[in-house]
């Protein structure tokens, strides 16, 4: 049966929607993996991919700039990634740059990050090969996990261990806990703690006080701090040492004299040993005091004399006149 005009006129419209569609589905794909503008070549060396594939995105500071189109296996420890970065972009990436394997989401698929380096480097030129980091991949973080689950569990399994001995008075923990004796002599502890405590503080506040007082010119010690007072107080030491210097000479020299004394030598030691010249010595003294009586008695006898009495009120007239 032949198609009708009208017919062939809707297939025809179809067929063209169809293709417009292909095309701006190619042009769009295309855009997004940088296949219609210009690209260069950009390097990367990681030890691990972490499920990277072809075609996943490269971004820079988190703007996609190109994908990935070569996966290679250097060795068993070095892997090369080949990008396709748009050339508008290498003027901006320098060559401290750093690739890192990252996630588009929580569970997107994988994307290259590419951070840019501090400081005032070059830009990259295209083939160049530029710095990688690896990331804490999601095998090695359960390890760690696992690790500490463990150690977690058998943190618990002390503690609750600890707990229960405590419970039960056992250790010192325990007695502490339950025994209420304890309790009450180590609270009285704390009270005359903090009764000494306070005493303390109440000392060194006077004590405070009282080098501040030190500096005070009314006191002794501040007076002391007066350079002319100290200046006196040297002067005086320094003669009192010389003072002592003196006595102790004079007192050696008295020591001297006595231990001539003692050793029969000198004067005094002839006149306080010899007891016949004290004898001749108390007969003088003795016969000098008669003596003296004889004379005042002549004396008295001179002022009654006719030869002699003029001249003896003579003397007692001058006397008079001064008084």
């Not at 025809?12 to 042009?27: Q, R």
């Not at 997004?32 to 210009?38: N, P």
């Not at 090695?140 to 039960?168: H, R, S, Y």
């Not at 306070?198 to 007066?226: F, H, P, R």
Request: glycine content about 8%.
């Amino acid at each position: 049966m032949e198609k009708t005009a009208s017919e062939k006129i809707k297939l025809a419209i179809f067929v063209l929607i169809g293709l417009t569609l292909f095309v701006l589905v190619v042009y769009f794909v295309g855009s997004k993996q940088k296949m219609f503008g210009k690209t260069e070549h950009l390097t990367a060396i990681f030890d691990n991919v972490n499920g990277l594939q072809l075609g996943n995105n490269v971004r820079y500071s988190g703007i996609n700039v190109g994908t990935v189109r070569g996966i290679e296996m250097i060795n068993d420890s070095t892997i090369s990634v080949d990008m396709v970065i748009d050339e508008s972009i290498f003027p901006h990436i320098k060559k401290n740059a750093v690739a890192t394997i990252g996630s588009d989401g929580l569970v997107g698929s994988k994307v290259i990050n590419i951070n840019p380096g501090k400081g005032n480097q070059p830009s990259i030129e295209p083939g160049d090969i530029i710095k990688s980091s690896e990331r804490i991949r999601t095998d090695d973080l359960m390890k760690t996990l696992n690790v500490t689950n463990k150690n977690a569990a058998l943190l618990t399994a002390d503690l609750l261990k600890i707990t229960k001995e405590i419970t039960q008075g056992e250790g010192t923990l325990g007695a502490l806990v339950n025994d209420t004796i304890m309790a009450s002599d180590m609270k009285q502890t704390m009270n005359n703690l903090k009764m000494t405590s306070k005493g303390t503080t109440e000392t060194v506040n006077n004590l405070n006080k009282i080098v501040v007082s030190l500096s005070d010119k009314n006191s002794v010690i501040g007076v002391l701090n007066d350079p002319a007072v100290a200046k006196k107080i040297k002067a005086i030491v320094e003669n009192l040492d010389q003072s002592s210097q003196e006595i102790n000479k004079a007192v050696t020299n008295l020591n001297g004299a006595i231990s001539n004394i003692k050793n029969g030598k000198g004067a005094i030691n002839y006149l306080s040993n010899d007891p016949n010249l004290v004898k001749k010595i108390d007969s003088t003294v003795t016969n000098l005091n008669k003596a003296t009586l004889l004379l005042n008695e002549d004396l008295e006898a001179m002022k009654h004399n006719f030869l002699l009495r003029g001249y003896f009120k003579k003397q007692e007239k001058e006397k008079k006149k001064p008084q």
